[in-house]
């Protein structure tokens, strides 16, 4: 590692953040290309984002990450925000400008996009109907990068109707509709999108309560839970034979935008960096 008293600085605020995996994945890059920097964890309490964000600029960071739970508490910390930022309505990237300025984005959505590319080059997300589980944070981000990338419909279904009722009219396109969250299973019919946005299926999480009998088998099945890596809902999709997109990739691809703001290169997602990212497991 190349660390000298000029070294650039960033980091991820969070709290918890012992179990972030975006040290790993940053200080991958930083060691690839021999940059003279640091990507540091910063464990923040809600009730002191304020204070600890201020001070960031006065220790000399370039930048920072955002994760759980001050995305939102970054929407009213920043000096600009970008406008994905403002549709999805949370900050995960912030640049500081030499003056001190934040510059608050959001690439969730650029991740969650990118990693289907990657991972699903041959998959036209235009070609039908999108069905997300989910309108949480992560939901908000995947919607927009959904419909970014031009699909036709996007059915939203969650737990509580009136969160995805709220995600719907916060994002306003008229390409969003909302179904009842107890029986999505039965919607399946023309959906060739399927994206699982919440923590169920997760370890430590309940399961996901699903049926994919009446799934396109040429459908796309995506989950944004990457512990496990295969998701039940990954593994059912690939034996009946569904193209299907693992969630670790997302996490993969957002961080590209900070890191090349922050330390002046264009870093890019290979196998080596997803097995090193995923080696912490
Ligand atoms: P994130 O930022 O990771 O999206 P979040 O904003 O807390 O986290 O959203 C979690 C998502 O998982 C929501 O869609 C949530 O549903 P509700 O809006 O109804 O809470 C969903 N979720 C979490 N636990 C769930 C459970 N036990 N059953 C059904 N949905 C659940």
Not at 1 to 7: C, I, P
Not at 30 to 43: F, Q, S, T
Not at 165 to 173: Q, V
Request: glycine share 12%; hydrophobic share 45%.
């Amino acid at each position: 590692m190349r660390l000298t008293g000029a070294a650039t600085l960033a980091g991820v605020i969070g709290w918890p953040i012992a179990h972030s995996r975006s040290p790993r994945l940053h200080g991958y890059w930083l060691e690839h290309h021999a940059v003279d920097g640091a990507y540091v964890p910063l464990a923040v309490p809600g009730d002191a984002i304020e204070q600890a964000v201020r001070a960031l600029p006065l220790l000399g960071f370039r930048g920072f990450n955002v994760t759980v739970p001050h995305k939102l508490a970054l929407m009213g910390l920043c000096t600009v925000l970008d406008d994905t930022a403002r549709r999805i309505g949370a900050v995960n990237t912030v640049v500081i400008d030499a003056d001190g300025r934040m510059r608050g984005s959001n690439t969730d959505a650029f991740g969650f996009i990118e990693n289907l590319r990657d991972r699903q080059p041959g998959h036209d997300v235009t070609a039908g109907p999108a069905l997300m589980i989910g309108a949480g944070g992560a939901a908000r981000a995947v919607a927009v990068a959904l419909l970014d990338a031009g699909v036709p419909a996007l059915q939203v279904t969650n737990r509580s109707q009136e969160r995805a009722e709220k995600l719907r009219t916060d994002i306003g396109d008229r390409r969003l509709s909302v179904v009842d969250g107890n029986n999505w299973s039965d919607r399946l019919g023309g959906v060739a999108t399927l994206v699982n946005t919440t923590s169920l299926g997760m370890h430590g999480a309940p399961p996901l309560d699903f049926d994919l009998g009446l799934l396109d088998p040429a459908a796309l099945v995506s989950d944004i839970v990457y512990t496990p890596l295969e998701t039940d809902l990954l593994k059912q999709a690939t034996a009946r034979g569904n193209p299907t997109v693992d969630g670790i990739g997302m996490l993969l691809h957002q961080a590209r935008a900070g890191f090349r703001q922050w330390f002046g290169i264009d870093p890019t997602v290979d196998t080596a960096l997803r097995d090193h990212v995923l080696s912490d497991q």
